[in-house]
């Protein structure tokens, strides 16, 4: 009988799509994911549906979107009885694993950052992971804890720890088809430091380099919501020409840390028959469009990097669909031959990868429900997004009454830097994407809301967009 493929999960924290080269990068920085990105499949445009670090992980865990999970801002913890994509792998016999950040566990009194309570630990049977490994660990120190809640420390760089451990999972659990999750810490700031610690002598090598040009225009260039009010003043010009060295350098050492990881696949002779899923919980705007590093829905906080090698995904070359993270559980289920639990709200993307004909989404939706409550649309061409500026986001994961906030058009701005919510000439273009973020929003369980229209004024140096592009 033929085995189960194994497999294996390596999830980066906060780290942007256009780090990689195969988006563009030109710092030479990820050489094993461009590698294969290219020899397999490459997800070239995916999204997180909430780009916020503990409801990214509910949604990917759980296949499930934020609200209807019921984990939308960080500290909530996923419910123990929400079904899990270890359930579904230990259902089918497989070993089950989990090493690195979980951040699905719920704050106590002293803040849930280490140890996390079985009952919350989403019924992975190994388990080697810290709660909130920012808060417990430092990047060459790192602290995890066990099954037992006894705490392990591992030498080296945090990275390389956790891809050494990966590693001696994997060479001791070849027997038997494993899905092990990989959760990295990288790129995300060390908090306690306000810094993006790289490896010794990395910083260096990238400062100063190279800085992607929505980072380089926004300290000087008003954005989102505030945008709609002329006098605004930009609360913070960003951190990114602080922080880009370290930045990429982390970058670099994930990219090196996932050629570890498949040169041990090939030499144990299982890269023939294990998945890998590479995948991030969301990007980093460097607090260009808020005071936080993400919690926007701007391409600079939602888009990823993403790619599926293994077994089925072979030559499957880049998929142009746009791709939610809900839709990774099921696509992870399918390509191991296993049913996908019906409350799962993504798709499987294996009948795009086998390149078949079925209907797909034309839009991704992204909620916000911390930092703000918002919602938002996007299609190839435009975004449209909303916020409720009168709940409070740390009350309520939703909104009734929220007002219109901005609409790019990604296709001539895909940097997102003028904000056309207020141009008269795109009154058509708000309509179309308003109904279409209504029916997502209600489509997900939520309940229809009223949104206060942004007021026009005449703006006669952009064209009237016709029908066919306001559908884009």
């Not at 891809?163 to 994997?170: G, H, P, Q, S």
């Not at 951190?239 to 041990?264: F, I, K, P, T």
């Not at 919602?375 to 909104?399: C, M, N, Q």
């Amino acid at each position: 009988m033929t085995m189960r493929p194994n497999i294996i999960v390596f999830h980066t924290d906060q780290q942007r799509h256009d780090s990689t080269g195969i988006h563009g990068n030109p710092l030479g920085l990820t050489p094993h994911f461009d590698r294969l990105a290219r020899a397999y499949t490459h997800v070239g445009h995916s999204f997180s549906c909430q780009p916020v670090c503990g409801p990214a992980r509910a949604c990917l865990q759980t296949g499930q979107y934020a609200t209807t999970v019921g984990t939308w801002k960080n500290g909530l913890g996923l419910k123990p009885s929400a079904t899990t994509l270890a359930d579904c792998f230990n259902e089918a016999g497989y070993q089950t694993a989990y090493i690195g950040k979980w951040h699905l566990a719920p704050y106590d009194q002293n803040h849930g950052h280490g140890a996390v309570p079985q009952e919350y630990r989403g019924r992975y049977r190994h388990w080697l992971a810290a709660n909130s490994l920012e808060s417990v660990s430092d990047s060459y120190h790192t602290v995890l804890f066990d099954e037992h809640d006894r705490p392990v420390e591992l030498p080296g760089y945090r990275v390389d720890a956790l891809t050494d451990e990966a590693i001696r999972y994997v060479a001791g659990h070849r027997d038997q088809p494993f899905f092990l999750f990989l959760g990295h810490l990288e790129p995300h700031q060390q908090n306690h430091l306000g810094d993006f610690p790289p490896p010794d002598g990395y910083r260096d090598l990238y400062t100063a380099r190279w800085t992607p040009p929505d980072l380089a225009a926004l300290p000087h260039c008003r954005s989102g919501l505030e945008q709609r009010d002329p006098a605004f003043v930009p609360l913070t010009s960003g951190s990114a020409h602080q922080h880009l060295g370290g930045y990429w350098g982390m970058v670099r050492r994930l990219d090196e840390a996932l050629g570890r990881l498949w040169d041990a696949l090939k030499s144990l002779h299982l890269d023939e028959r294990t998945i890998l899923l590479f995948t991030s919980d969301h990007a980093c705007h460097f607090q260009t469009r808020n005071r936080e590093y993400k919690n926007s829905c701007h391409e600079n906080s939602i888009r990823v990097p993403t790619l599926l090698a293994g077994p089925g995904f072979e030559n499957g070359g880049c998929l142009p669909h746009l791709v939610s993270t809900v839709d990774l559980p099921p696509t992870l289920l399918e390509a191991a031959g296993l049913a996908v639990p019906g409350g799962m709200q993504g798709r499987s993307l294996m009948p795009l990868v086998r390149r078949q004909s079925v209907p797909w989404p034309e839009e991704v939706f992204i909620q916000i429900s911390e930092a703000e409550v918002g919602r938002a649309v996007r299609t190839r061409r435009w975004k449209y997004g909303i916020t409720a500026l009168d709940e409070k986001w740390w009350d309520f994961p939703s909104a009734q009454r929220y007002t219109e906030a901005y609409l790019y058009d990604l296709e001539h701005d895909p940097y997102e830097l003028t904000n056309l919510i207020n141009k008269e000439s795109h009154q058509k273009v708000r309509q179309v994407m308003r109904q279409r973020l209504l029916r997502r929003m209600q489509e997900v369980g939520e309940a229809q809301p009223a949104i206060e229209l942004a007021q026009p004024y005449p703006a006669a140096q952009l064209g009237e967009p016709s029908d066919a592009q306001a559908r884009q």
